[in-house]
Each structure stands twice: as structure tokens, then as C-alpha cells.
């Protein structure tokens, strides 16, 4: 092809960009998205408008000093509907209200990500609870359940990712797909307390208890008559209480694991809830691991948030359907049998014997 025939080609492909980019910037200026009505706000984007306009004060000038073509509003608006919905990069960026490149959009997104965790994570998932708080967990769960002294509940749920360019295989798990095994601690409230998104899915669930700075925590601080409670996947302990294996029917030991496993339940109704608010977990993550650690960890401070403010959530019915269909022997198959320590096995026993029979 003779070479002025190349330079104009390239030339207009030129053209056409910068055209495609004035156009963007053109249609960005005309979007105000807090003109929504406030119940199609929370639906694109799961947080009201206080919320949005909170978080924006607080990361607004990082976002313009990383992006000064986009402005802090739509980076912030585009990143929440990505974990809103979990669509693909390409999906987020042409949508109306956004008018973004996807590439632009891919960078926003780790920025935004990044400014979120380091702006939030830390204020609102917080493990410590007050007394007020563990008298209104321990009220809560003995008025609904009649199962005493609980103040939160502890599960693992896996969040899909694609193959990782390292140690791919300590990323695919039992389930035959790639993952981040997530260790999730809620209250009843279906706030969380704590969460763990650093470990590959091949991990188990009670691997990661057993690293985690939550056991230790809790191991060095719990109250007289106060535990967590876990599924069999975990080994039982003074501060948390797991089912009796293989209990008779209608035996003390299968009351007890009958009112444990209603009361357990809140954790799985509680990932149910986040998954069904923030999409993106439901699906494939097309990111590193640690992008994608990050990614959980603000879905999780954006969803107490959320909580505390009664923000409502409109799709699913509040289960995570990986948590529902699995077997938590299953899930720790291959592994020791985790082993129960003395002060917890007097502490199941009397709590089984004195308040449930």
C-alpha cells in the first residue's frame, strides 16, 4: 500500500478519536445522575444519595488528582455500578450515564477501588463490639433462636476469579473453578464484623480461621458466656461453637445442633444479602487476586454502610446459593478432622444440657 495512503488511514483513525472523546466529554457534562429518582439511584448504584455524597467528600480530590478529564462523580458512580451489576468493563463504559472509554474505565476502577478501601474498609467493618452491642447480639439471638450468649457467626464463600498468571493451582478449588476462599463474621444485624479475602480457594475454611488475626482476637478477648458460631468445617473452641457430629435423633446433642443450625443461618442469609447487593461477586472477577481481595473488602464496608442506613436490596431473597449446597464436610475433605479443646467441649455441652433441652 503506498505510504500516503497509510498516513491518511492513520490520520483518520486519529480523527476518530479524538472525535469519540469529545463526544464522551460532551455527554459526561450533560449527565447529572443525582437528578434520579432517589429508588432508581439505590437500584444502579446500591448506596442513597447521602452515602454517594459522603464518600465522594471524603475521596473526591484523589479522584480528580488521578483522573482530570473524568470528574470525581463519575468515577465514582461508574465504579459503584460495576459492583452493582458485575457487568464486564465494556458494559459499564458505554453505559449512558457513564460515556467512558474501557481502558479509561479500567484504571478508574483500580483507583476508585483502591481510594474506597483505604477510605472506608477500616471505619466500617470493625471487629470490636461494645458492650451495648454484644447485650443486643445476645438479646437478639436468644429471643429469635433460644440459643444464648452468641454475638456474631463465622462462614466461608467462595468468589469465582479467572485463572491467575501464578500458583494457578492453589487457586482452583474443590468445585472445580478458581476462587478466594472469603471468611465472613456478621452480627445479627447482618453487618460484618470481619472479613478475609487474601486466601486461594484451595484453602479451607478452617486453614484460614486457624491464621487469622479474628481467632486470636477472639480467643484473647471474649466475655464469660459469649461465642461465635460455626459449621463443623471448624474445630470447636471455648469462644465458638460448632454442631455435635452425628448426633441421635432426638437426643440432647440433636436439639442443640437444630437451634445452632437457625441461628448459624444468619450467616448465610448475610452473604446471600451482600452478593445479591453487590453482583460483581456473583460472577467471574476478571482480575488478580489481590485486586480482587480489594474488590471484596469494599463491597463489604459499602454493604454495613448500607446496613446501617436501611438501604434496601431488590433482587435474590438474601442466600448464597454456593453456601446452600454445600457439605462443610465435604469442604474440608483431605483435612484432619479440626480438633475440639476441652473448655470448648465443656462449654457446648453445658449450653446444650441447661438451655436446650
Known sequence: MPAPMVFGNAEARRRAVVHKKRKNRQLRSQVNILRQLDSKFIESYRVDKDIFQMILSKIGNMLAERHRFISPTT?????????????????????????????????????????LEN??????????????EMDLSKEYFYRTFNFPGVIGCIDGTHVKIVKPTMDESLFFNRKGYFSINVMVVCNYNMEILAVDASHPGSCHDSFIWNQSEVRQFYRNNSAPNTWILADSGYALEHCILTPYRSPQYGSMEHKYNKKHA????????????????????????????????????????????????????????????EIQHRNPDDENEGETIPQADIDGVEVRNEVARTFLV
Open 262 to 321: 437457625a441461628a448459624r443461618n444468619m450467616v448465610e442469609r448475610t452473604i446471600g444479602v451482600l452478593k445479591s447487593r453487590f453482583r460483581c461477586l456473583q460472577g467471574t472477577l476478571h482480575y488478580e487476586p489481590r485486586f480482587v481481595g480489594q474488590i471484596i473488602n469494599v463491597c463489604c464496608a459499602l454493604h454495613n454502610i448500607c446496613r446501617k442506613r436501611n438501604i434496601p436490596v431488590y433482587e435474590d431473597d438474601g442466600r448464597d446459593e
Open 75 to 115: 468515577q465514582l458512580a461508574a465504579t459503584l455500578r460495576f459492583l452493582a451489576t458485575g457487568s464486564y468493563q465494556l458494559g459499564i463504559a458505554k453505559d449512558q450515564d457513564m460515556n467512558i472509554g474501557r481502558s479509561t474505565f479500567s484504571k478508574i476502577l483500580h483507583s476508585t477501588i483502591e481510594e
Open 119 to 132: 477510605c472506608i474498609c477500616e471505619d466500617n467493618i470493625q471487629l470490636k463490639m461494645s458492650t451495648a
